[in-house]
């Protein structure tokens, strides 16, 4: 039997790269996974690099999808995205991390991108 859970984040991974691809982000990777931890999608915009947590959730009674995402969560991307850039011989390029929170409404699912997060 399939794992629902992965599934669900599958699609909504999916849809955060479409709605990127669709403004003109090069998406460069997906579901990058080190023993540090994961980045759901890594893309580019411009010169910036962007590392892409993508938070779904099917309604919004227990909270928005966006307030899942942890000042340590984004410690640890912020940790495995200067990994990535250094693998790569890039750790002096531009990067910064987004949240693409998806309410999941299968019919018309809303899609909310913040920019930049964690940085004042």
Do not use: C
Request: charged residues 35%; aromatic residues 10%.
């Amino acid at each position: 039997m399939p794992d629902v859970r992965r599934l669900f984040g599958n699609r909504g991974e999916d849809r955060a790269a479409a709605f990127l691809k669709a403004l003109g982000y090069k998406i460069l990777a997906r579901q990058f996974n080190t023993r540090f931890g994961e980045i759901d999608l890594i893309a580019q915009d411009g010169d910036e690099i962007v590392f892409v947590e993508v938070k779904a959730r099917r309604s919004v009674d227990f909270g928005y999808p966006e307030e899942s995402v942890t000042k340590k969560k984004l410690e640890k991307i912020e940790r495995v995205g200067e990994w990535y850039l250094k693998q790569r011989n890039l750790e002096y390029a531009p990067f910064r991390i987004d949240v693409i929170a998806i309410e999941d409404d299968l019919l018309q699912p809303k899609i909310h991108h913040i920019k930049a997060v964690g940085e004042s």
